[in-house]
């Protein structure tokens, strides 16, 4: 048995040396044709806009330091491709709904792009806590008014959270007086933004030193509002039924507690993932009004997905019969 064994690792051996000899003789045979330069991979570059603003005030692009800035972010964000693509699908739902709540708050509309820079419109949470649409803090949201508990956080609602920022964004106005400087506090906040300006004696972001992430911030917000404004110019042709739309939705006021909002879920017709997928807000399986807050508004989609199955389950009538289900009274 043992002599057979090696004897089958011999001609396996022997095997794989003649495949190579002929995958070596074959290589000699063939030519070696040098890629042409037009069949190469080319990265287009892209010029810098001869003038562009930022809500309204006027990027010094005369300054080569500046315009070496914004060409590198215009780049960077250009090339980071699946990114900028699901970014730009994104806005085609939320921007109708974030402009108007600027304009009516008196903000400029290009901090719509701030919006996009902090969380790519998404509900997400950075490793340093802040979360939403705006990366809030915690304690920050809880001071521009949003509702913070274990089963609300208001930060996840893409419309209030933009109300919550447009609070900071004009107090921080009325201590700048300058909407560049504004966008900047945002990141560093009002009190480190206004200590550099002192120390450094001047009174313009554009000519401060500052740590690489403040000193790139504003520059990216710049850099996608260039790109979005023109997503053809930068490449990006995505056919307009590729954009995601923003869905139609009634919108349902609750003023008592739900106790299980999986039943609840389903006696509108849907499912508790989608009730989810509407009101990201809402922490927990349960809402509970309390004596601080005698409503609760919850967006439920007109035409939810009709391949939803509730197996075994029942579809209750109404809230009052979701609440008499888990109760047991019925």
């Known amino acids: 048995m043992r002599i057979a064994r090696i004897i089958a690792l011999v001609v396996i051996g022997i095997a794989i040396l003649w495949g190579g000899y002929f ?132 930060r996840f609602d893409p419309i209030k959270s933009t109300y919550a920022a447009c609070k900071y964004l004009k107090k921080a106005y009325a201590r700048f007086d300058n909407w560049t400087n504004v966008a900047a506090s945002y990141n560093m906040g009002m009190y480190g933004l206004h200590k550099q300006l002192v120390e450094q004696d001047v009174d313009s972001y554009y000519d401060l030193w500052l740590n690489e992430e403040t000193a790139r911030y504003v520059f990216r917000i710049i850099a996608l509002k260039i790109i979005m404004e023109d997503p053809e110019t930068y490449g990006y042709d995505i056919p307009r039924h590729q954009l995601y739309q923003a869905p139609e939705l009634r919108l349902l006021e609750v003023k008592e507690s739900i106790p299980d909002l999986v039943t609840f879920s389903i006696a509108q017709g849907i499912n508790f993932k989608i009730l989810k997928q509407y009101n990201p807000w809402l922490r927990d399986k349960k809402l509970t009004l309390g004596k601080d807050r005698s409503s609760y508004t919850l967006a439920i989609p007109e035409n939810p997905p009709t391949t939803l199955q509730y197996k075994d389950l029942g579809v209750p009538d109404s809230l009052e019969e979701s609440r008499l289900k888990m109760s047991g009274e019925i």
């Open 23 to 154: 995958i070596y003789q074959d290589s000699l045979t063939t030519p070696y044709v040098p890629i042409e330069k037009h069949q190469a991979f080319k990265w287009k570059t892209f010029a810098i806009p001869e003038s562009i603003t930022f809500a309204g005030e006027r990027i010094p692009l005369d300054d080569p330091e500046v315009r070496e800035r914004l060409d590198r972010e215009l780049h960077i964000n250009t090339y980071y491709n699946s990114n900028t693509i699901f970014v730009i699908k994104r806005a085609n739902r939320w921007f109708e709904q974030i402009e108007a709540v600027l304009k009516e708050q008196g903000v400029p509309d290009d901090f719509k792009y701030l919006a996009v820079i902090e969380s790519n419109l998404m509900n997400g949470r950075s490793h340093k806590g802040a979360v939403g649409f705006w990366q809030l803090l915690e304690p920050t949201a809880k001071e521009l008014g949003l509702e913070v508990t274990t089963q609300v956080d208001e």
